[in-house]
T-cell receptor, first 111, second 115 residues
Framework: GNSVTQMEGPVTLSEEAFLTINCTYTATGYPSLFWYVQYPGEGLQLLLKATKADDKGSNKGFEATYRKETTSFHLEKGSVQVSDSAVYFCALNQAGTALIFGKGTTLSVSS | DAGITQSPRHKVTETGTPVTLRCHQTENHRYMYWYRQDPGHGLRLIHYSYGVKDTDKGEVSDGYSVSRSKTEDFLLTLESATSSQTSVYFC??????????????FGDGTRLSIL
């Protein structure tokens, strides 16, 4: 069946450091891929998405490229801020099914 | 922000009691979902609805039932709560569940503790 695997956290970085959170998936066909972010005490917010191979999703300085050949959708940001501290979820959605989430990666950024 | 309201936001109850959580949306979206979030498991789908009175089971549906009598409301019921159902519950909505590329929008969650 479909599944999503994320790197385990927590990821601890200093402000202005480069961020990568790895995400790989297993799916038949061509799923859409998403990154969601959850700040403490809140629900999940859509961060970015990509719906076909080689698409790049971007938002708020975050980017992720849909790589079909490596079944990956890694999240990157060039310079993180303290306000980026949150839990990040990779997810996939295939037509006719519900979202399937990874287990989440906690990011902690210190000044 | 998508207009999604979950109630209550926090609840503490005892084992064996019935519990109903409510999700209300103002977006007129067709699809509504209930997830639970537990450490080490991410979010797991409990039930979802694809229209009024149309619902289906998700990955972890045992012990839960749902109802949708109006487009805007989706209720999740624990008929006889157990400690294993202590969790944070999230409601989500989307315009379409079948196209695959429509994102889901989430409410702020209900923290449920069963003692």
């Amino acid at each position: 069946g479909n599944s999503v695997t994320q790197m385990e956290g927590p990821v601890t970085l200093s402000e202005e450091a480069f961020l990568t959170i790895n995400c790989t998936y297993t799916a038949t066909g061509y799923p859409s891929l998403f990154w969601y972010v959850q700040y403490p005490g809140e629900g999940l917010q859509l961060l970015l998405k990509a719906t076909k191979a080689d698409d790049k999703g971007s938002n708020k300085g975050f980017e992720a490229t849909y790589r079909k050949e490596t079944t990956s959708f890694h999240l990157e940001k060039g310079s993180v801020q303290v306000s980026d501290s949150a839990v990040y979820f990779c997810a996939l959605n295939q037509a006719g099914t519900a979202l399937i989430f990874g287990k989440g990666t906690t990011l902690s950024v210190s000044s | 922000d998508a207009g999604i309201t979950q109630s209550p936001r926090h609840k503490v109850t005892e084992t064996g009691t019935p519990v109903t959580l409510r999700c209300h949306q103002t977006e007129n979206h067709r699809y509504m979902y209930w997830y639970r979030q537990d450490p080490g498991h991410g979010l797991r789908l409990i039930h979802y609805s694809y229209g009024v009175k149309d619902t289906d089971k998700g990955e972890v549906s045992d012990g839960y039932s749902v109802s949708r009598s109006k487009t805007e409301d989706f209720l999740l019921t624990l008929e006889s709560a157990t400690s294993s159902q202590t969790s944070v519950y999230f409601c989500a909505i989307s315009e379409s569940g079948t196209s695959g590329n429509q994102p889901q929008h989430f409410g702020d969650g209900t923290r449920l503790s069963i003692l």
